[in-house]
């Protein structure tokens, strides 16, 4: 990962640069030598990371609504394409028979 430091400036992650601190500092386990390398504070690091986990439970949350539209959308999209393959495979076995 390549991030670039600025002196002497307020620094601004992006969440991706976010996420894949917080996936260093999971790999590697020392806070410290993540601190150090990105001239962070480890508190600075810890709300990252229960921010992360907080939005994580709320957008893939069972509890969620957008999960529960989202699932009967998926559920119904299945149900049709259940019916195109029994509306296929009839009209191939029709197909068959007319050959015969």
């Not at 917080?22 to 020392?30: A, G, I, P, R, S």
């Not at 539209?69 to 394409?81: H, Q």
């Amino acid at each position: 990962m390549t991030i670039e430091l600025k002196p002497n400036r307020k620094r601004r992650f992006t969440s991706q640069q976010k996420f894949e601190i917080l996936v260093e500092w999971e790999e590697c386990k020392d806070i410290q030598l993540i601190c150090d390398k990105y001239g962070l504070h480890h508190t600075t690091i810890y709300r990252w990371k229960a921010r992360f986990e907080a939005g994580k439970n709320h957008f893939l949350g069972p509890n969620n609504p957008h999960f529960e539209a989202k699932i009967k959308l998926l559920r119904d999209e299945i149900n049709k394409l259940k019916e195109v393959v029994v509306q296929q495979a009839y009209e191939i076995t029709l197909l068959k028979k007319s050959m015969k």
